[in-house]
């Protein structure tokens, strides 16, 4: 079955850390770009992180920058999030999604991951 | 706030026609596609609409997509209980340099 399964979610306390996890199965990881999406409650989906098929290019949202760590492990077909100094307004379910095209004009994402809850408090 | 704007709230009846609208700049809508995804909580957001209009395998031709300047557009025509979801928009903005979303669609079945 072609599908996404993330994993890593959790409580953390304000300024701890967290590695987030996406598997994947069912098509050639390799062959795509991947990207992280976070939906903080109540609130549209917000785009986090990407990283290109061989893991060439990284890029950040400017509200996340200096925070977190997009990888992938092409030989276990797997896509992490390392995210740091955890605020408060971190607190999201954070989807993981494979992208169709990374073509400006084009681009769209055609498979998403359910998704895993990262609740920062004290 | 969103990048792209959308409505909270669209609501019909069984069988009604539904729009929902999104809306934007000449950055992202203006010069890029518009995709659109279903999702109900606790599941896998899913690809309805991609290249503005595009839809799919599996995805019924009761979901159409259009684009026309800087907004975008998703119709969901004989409307089921089934479609009872939220539905986002996306596009690449180009002064952002970056992928944007709308905040997002409850489509009520009354």
């Known amino acids: 079955e072609v599908q996404l399964v993330e994993s890593g979610g959790g409580l953390v306390r304000p300024g701890g850390s967290l590695k987030l996890s996406c598997a994947a199965s069912?098509?050639?990881?390799?062959?795509?770009?991947m990207i992280w999406v976070r939906q903080a409650p109540g609130k549209g989906l917000e785009w986090v992180a990407s990283i290109s098929s061989a893991s060439s290019f990284r890029k950040y949202a400017d509200s996340v920058k200096g925070r977190v760590i997009i990888s992938r492990d092409n030989a276990k077909d797997s896509l992490f999030l390392e995210v740091d100094s955890l605020r408060d307004d971190d607190t999201a379910v954070y989807f993981c999604?494979?992208?169709?095209?990374?073509?400006?004009?084009?681009?769209?994402?055609?498979?998403w991951g359910r998704g895993t809850l990262v609740t920062v408090s004290s | 706030q969103s990048v792209l704007t959308q409505p909270p709230s669209a609501s019909g009846t069984p069988g009604q026609r539904v729009t929902i609208s999104c809306s934007g700049r000449n950055s992202n809508i203006g010069s890029n596609s518009v995709s659109w995804y279903q999702h109900l909580p606790g599941t896998a957001p899913r690809l309805l609409i991609y290249?503005?209009?595009q839809r799919p395998s599996g995805v019924p031709d009761r979901f159409s997509g259009s684009k026309s300047g800087t907004s975008a557009s998703l119709a969901i025509s004989g409307l089921r209980s089934e479609d009872e979801a939220d539905y986002f928009c996306?596009?690449?903005?180009?002064?952002?340099?970056?992928?944007?979303f709308g905040g997002g669609t409850k489509v009520t079945v009354l």
């Open positions: 999604a494979r992208e169709q095209t990374t073509v400006t004009t084009d681009w769209y994402c055609d498979l």
């Open positions: 069912g098509f050639t990881f390799s062959n795509y770009g």
């Open positions: 290249r503005n209009g």
């Open positions: 996306a596009a690449w903005d180009d002064t952002l340099n970056g992928r944007v």
